[in-house]
């Protein structure tokens, strides 16, 4: 079994910054791209940022030029740098991976969450 494990939350004031981390742990397996969600009580689910296996990052526009997603492949983990913080980023952050597990099922992997709060 594959669990993923969100870190870093909290309260911040607009304009500073939060940084969150990742990890997968588990059985022997590969890791395929990963990527940052979030959720706003009564809203649906929004793509925050997602890197490949590579490298290679994608950004909401909502949060392009502010926040910078990049993953350590030996460590298994993912990580969020969020700067210039605004109310509206307020959410619960959800972590998630393409897994391959040594039986070669593939999956997506959800963290349970971080809550991230921005004050005005």
């Known amino acids: 079994q594959v669990q993923l494990a969100e870190s870093g939350g909290g309260l911040v004031q607009a304009g500073g910054s939060l940084g969150l981390s990742c990890a997968a742990s588990?059985?022997?397996?590969?890791?395929?791209?990963m990527g940052w969600y979030r959720q706003v009580p009564g809203k649906q689910r929004e793509l925050v940022a997602t890197?490949?296996?590579?490298?290679?990052?994608n950004y909401a526009d909502s949060v392009k030029g502010r926040f910078t997603i990049s993953r350590d492949n030996a460590k298994k983990t993912v990580y969020l740098q969020m700067d210039s913080l605004k109310p509206e980023d307020t959410a619960v952050y959800y972590c998630?991976?393409?897994?391959?597990?040594?039986?070669?099922?593939?999956?997506?992997?959800w963290g349970p969450g971080t809550q991230v709060t921005v004050s005005s």
């Open positions: 998630n991976a393409r897994i391959t597990t040594n039986d070669l099922q593939v999956r997506m992997y």
């Open positions: 588990g059985s022997a397996f590969s890791i395929g791209p």
């Open positions: 890197v490949s296996s590579g490298g290679a990052s």
